[in-house]
């Protein structure tokens, strides 16, 4: 090589140097994700971990962009695991509570698995009796997402649903950023674009238990839902499309209650949903990201409050976790051992037009934020 030739090389080389060093004081902890598993058709599933200064701490899976563990304090500054979940990888591949995931298109159910648009009728898998459950049979909680380090606190995911996958119209580009804050939050920002018209209701799947995954049931925990109403649902938890005031139900959460105190009612809801399983309307102030709902636990002292874009959270109870399952460190999930709060569109949205629309054309951007935001009292 002729000495001329060396100037850029060597320039080359020294920036490179440089940028390597300063990257490593930048403190790339989401770095290199490390191996998870396998999936059946020979994939490799990677765990990233985000962590903030103050060691909240959650681990993020390729596959079905699970939320495997989130740590954070409780009142003495011990760190707790607060998301049920599976130490190994085959955990996830086991017929699904969903522990987690990312998902979609569809969040909660779409009645007779099937909806109309644009006039031509599209028909989805049946995984819920007659109907079609967070995204049919293999939703994005069952698929492989590209994962790409944004820093230390934030991870980019991304996914592309082909035209017609699971009954769906459209080539639907999805990308989610999970970040861990310095606010001790677990923000979740999602952004979808069509090339077709099309419907979708993405959400996270995250069972909490402010105790510690696995520390008993939920029943104590206090909850607030900044909710004034609700749609009740029929036998198949299908919305009925009915919009009906909390005022003077077991679903008035306006004011904090423990969960456990009106679960065994028998009010006909309750009853369908074999406790809560409802859709809450939230009040919301304007865009933005806007009060969905706290909750305590009194022994550790922890406090999640959640925050949302989205109209309204699905408050479900754990009510179908039965003890068969077990998790991280072998915890046996009882029944109400978690409590989920999913933000979303209404249930059945593309066939109720009364209940605000979940269509995105081409053109447009689909755009959802969810903060979990995690603290401890004294
Ligand atoms: C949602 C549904 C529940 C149940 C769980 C997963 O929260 O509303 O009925 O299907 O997912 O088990």
């Known amino acids: 090589m002729k000495a001329h030739n060396l100037v850029p090389l060597i320039i080359g080389l020294t920036l490179m140097t440089t940028n390597c060093s300063s990257n490593k004081e930048a403190g790339p902890a989401a770095g290199a994700g490390r191996p998870f598993g396998t999936t059946p058709s020979g994939e490799t599933v990677e765990l990233y971990t985000l962590k903030n200064a103050k060691g909240v701490e959650a681990d993020i899976s390729t596959y079905g962009g699970v939320v495997v563990s989130l740590k954070v304090p409780d009142r003495t500054g011990a760190m707790g695991d607060v998301v049920l979940g599976f130490d190994d990888f085959k955990g996830y591949l086991l017929p699904p509570p969903y522990f987690g995931a990312i998902i979609g298109r569809y969040?909660?159910?779409?009645?007779?698995?099937?909806?109309?648009?644009?006039?031509?009728?599209?028909?989805?898998?049946?995984?819920?009796?007659?109907?079609?459950?967070?995204?049919?049979?293999?939703?994005?909680?069952?698929?492989?997402?590209?994962?790409?380090?944004?820093?230390?606190?934030?991870?980019?995911?991304?996914?592309?649903?082909?035209?017609?996958?699971?009954?769906?119209?459209?080539?639907?580009?999805?990308?989610?950023?999970?970040?861990?804050?310095?606010?001790?939050?677990?923000?979740?920002?999602?952004?979808?674009?069509?090339?077709?018209?099309?419907?979708?209701?993405?959400?996270?799947?995250?069972?909490?238990?402010?105790?510690?995954?696995?520390?008993?049931?939920?029943?104590?925990?206090?909850?607030?839902?900044?909710?004034?109403?609700?749609?009740?649902?029929?036998?198949?938890?299908?919305?009925?499309g009915e919009i009906r005031s909390v005022q003077g139900t077991p679903f008035d959460f306006r004011q904090p209650h423990a969960i456990g105190e009106r679960i065994g009612s028998s009010d006909e809801q309750i009853v369908l949903g074999g406790g809560y399983d409802h859709n809450f309307i939230l009040n919301r102030s304007g865009a933005g990201l806007s009060f969905a709902a706290k909750v305590t636990e009194a022994k550790t002292g922890r406090v999640m409050e959640v925050f949302t874009t989205q109209p309204a959270i699905q408050f479900y109870t754990g009510n179908f976790l039965d003890g068969t399952i077990h998790g991280k460190g072998g915890k046996v999930y009882g029944r109400r051992s978690a409590l989920c709060l999913e933000t979303q569109h209404y249930p059945d949205s593309p066939n109720h037009p009364e209940f605000p629309s979940t269509e995105l054309k081409p053109g447009e951007t689909y755009r959802e934020t969810t903060v979990y935001r995690f603290s401890a009292g004294s």
């Open 107 to 240: 969040g909660n159910r779409i009645g007779h698995a099937h909806f109309m648009l644009d006039g031509v009728e599209y028909k989805l898998f049946k995984n819920d009796g007659d109907n079609s459950l967070h995204g049919g049979k293999r939703g994005f909680d069952k698929v492989l997402w590209k994962a790409k380090p944004l820093n230390g606190q934030s991870l980019e995911l991304t996914y592309l649903s082909k035209d017609g996958e699971e009954g769906y119209p459209g080539n639907l580009s999805v990308t989610v950023v999970y970040s861990v804050t310095d606010n001790n939050e677990l923000k979740i920002d999602y952004t979808a674009t069509t090339d077709k018209d099309t419907v979708l209701n993405l959400t996270n799947h995250s069972y909490f238990n402010l105790a510690g995954q696995g520390e008993g049931d939920i029943l104590q925990h206090q909850l607030t839902l900044n909710a004034d109403r609700f749609t009740p649902v029929d036998k198949g938890l299908i919305p009925t």
